[in-house]
């Protein structure tokens, strides 16, 4: 005790030296997470900045990527809810085109009733211009995806650190596909949504965030939304009921409830809007899984999200997501054998595309995330080239790429102030392009007389069967002879790409068509896609 005394100077001041406290290095305890946390980004929330860039986002995508994120949404909702006059051409119809998967009844109704809601609010305020229909479903989408992007912040920040959570909100932010993706009106993009909404009330391993109640029913409407997201969510439903203490409660009480509330709400509109008795979700996957009708629009081979699908989607963070999953831990792994399971699903299906396996990637984000904080020597420039890496697709796929047949909508649009019924002939176009290459009404909104080349799979089971697209490019002239055997018939105006140009030179000459507009469409043409398209007049 007299050599602690000794060493210890209790009672004595002035020469005392004060006693120097180790700090602590802990990213818990980090004043700059910490700060960062409170003060957001740039000084606003994180919320806001979250909509802030969700916003811009929205503006600075001008192109198309697949025909879904218009036919199997707004112009559905279009259809819900605007009707032609009386006296127009069409007396009895609607403000839209139904494809085949509507006309089988494998496509759900709620997910275009929310656009359907905002048009329909705008109809009653008679605000319904086309600026606003194209426009505001996609700031709605953008919305969304902010207010996921700030849950998935606070979801790190509670589960992991302030440092893990910043990172992994970067990445997030980063993701040139995110970018792309998130403010498309696809099916897909609100899957992503309420997946990682979901997420955030998951019970996580070490997360006090977690409400079962809240994330099966965001799971349940994902569902809904896209039958296909129980694939993502199949090993996190089955890691939740392995650690769950009192399991037939789970089921009975919570997941069953919640999932048959889900799916009859879902099937009430559906029956609704179809008219008929219907179960959308057995149509889906009888016609997708059992008839594999999906093959229909091309295949891919068995390694293909591992060799190119995933690798083009998690783009410049692959390495960093590598780097991830070795500094992973065990709580880690549910969320990794969820992305792993997810790719290897999807790789037994003959039709593969980019989007289906999206809902993943914020998945990914977060094992990003923790090799950011652990490069701390190259964490800045690592990030440095995160941000310049990604940039450059986004902002080419966003602004360049695959612009053409959304720039030729609008290029149509003059053709809405002669649509007087009393003035006669009432124009007409001809859409000569790869079926569903365009938006239809929803991006023109006037009834205006359209057609296109349809592409509807073999539903009869005919050995002889082509569809109408095949048969057009397999003689476009004997086509176009068949279709218009009499000059009162042609349409007023085609629209083509250059390609095709050339092979149907003959028809556009000989009926005195001028070409009225060429505009541009990507630097990568492929197929029957070009550069250009073309707009001619008579």
């Known amino acids: 005790m007299d050599r602690i005394r000794a060493r210890v100077p209790f009672g004595v001041s002035g020469s005392a030296e004060p006693v120097k406290l180790r700090t602590r290095k802990s990213n818990l305890y980090s004043r700059k997470a910490a700060g960062w946390r409170e003060r957001g980004v740039f000084g606003v929330s ?29 112009e559905v909702s279009h259809r819900m809810v605007f009707k032609y006059p009386l006296n127009c051409w069409l007396t009895a119809g609607l403000y839209g085109y139904e494809t085949w998967e509507w006309k089988e009844g494998i496509r759900g109704y709620s997910y275009p009733l929310l656009f359907a809601l905002l048009y329909k609010i705008l109809d009653l305020l008679h605000y319904d211009t086309v600026q606003l229909l194209i426009l505001l479903p996609r700031v709605l989408q953008a919305l969304l995806a902010a207010f996921a992007d700030a849950k998935l912040y606070d979801l790190l920040r509670k589960w992991e650190s302030p440092d893990v959570a910043k990172w992994t909100y970067f990445c997030q932010l980063c993701s040139w596909f995110t970018w792309y993706c998130c403010t498309r009106t ?33 799971v349940s409407l994902a569902v809904v939304v896209r039958p296909t997201a129980l694939i993502v969510w199949l090993p996190l439903l089955l890691h939740h009921l392995w650690r769950e203490e009192n399991k037939l409660k789970l089921i009975t009480q919570q997941g069953f409830p919640v999932a048959a509330l889900t799916l009859l709400c879902s099937t009430l509109i559906d029956c609704m809007f179809y008219g008929k008795w219907i179960f959308v979700q057995w149509n889906f996957l009888k016609f997708n899984v059992v008839h594999n009708v999906a093959e229909f629009y091309g295949t891919h081979p068995w390694h293909w999200y591992f060799t190119q699908g995933f690798v083009v989607v998690i783009g410049p963070h692959l ?48 094992f990003c995330g923790l090799s950011l904080v652990k490069l701390r020597t190259w964490r800045k420039p690592a990030a440095g080239a995160l941000v310049a890496l990604n940039l450059i697709p986004a902002l080419y796929t966003g602004l360049v790429h695959q612009r053409g047949v959304l720039d030729v909508m609008g290029h149509l649009q003059h053709l809405c102030d002669t649509t ?11 859409f000569l392009m790869p079926c ?37 490019y397999a003689d476009p002239l004997q086509w176009l002879r068949m279709a218009f055997p009499y000059k009162s018939t042609l ?48």
């Open 186 to 218: 696809l099916s897909n993009s609100m899957e992503t949504t309420l997946t990682v909404l979901a997420l955030c009330y998951y019970p996580l391993h070490g997360t006090k965030t977690q409400n079962s109640w809240k994330y099966l029913s965001l």
């Open 319 to 366: 390495p960093f997501f590598l780097h991830g999953c070795a500094l992973a831990s065990k709580r880690h792994r549910v969320l990794l054998v969820s992305i792993v399971w997810t790719l290897l699903v999807y790789s037994f299906l003959a039709h593969k595309e980019f989007r289906f396996i999206y809902p993943v990637l914020p998945f990914c984000m977060i």
């Open 491 to 538: 349409p007023s105006h085609v629209v083509l790409f250059d390609p095709l140009e050339k092979d149907i030179s003959a028809f556009l000459d000989g009926n005195r068509y001028v070409k009225q507009a060429e505009i541009f469409h990507t630097h990568l043409p492929e197929g029957r896609v070009g550069k250009k398209i073309l707009i001619y007049g008579q």
């Open 436 to 472: 569903h290459s365009t938006p239809l009404y929803s991006h023109l909104h006037c009834p205006v007389q359209l057609r296109f080349l349809e592409c509807p799979p073999n539903l009869t089971g005919r050995e002889d069967y082509v569809e109408e697209a095949a048969v057009f």
């Open 46 to 74: 994180i919320t806001v900045f979250s909509v802030i860039f969700r916003l811009i986002n929205c503006f600075l995508v001008q192109t198309s990527f697949v025909p879904d994120e218009y036919w199997q949404s707004l």
């Open 420 to 430: 007087d019924p009393q003035s006669s002939p009432s124009p007409e176009v001809l």
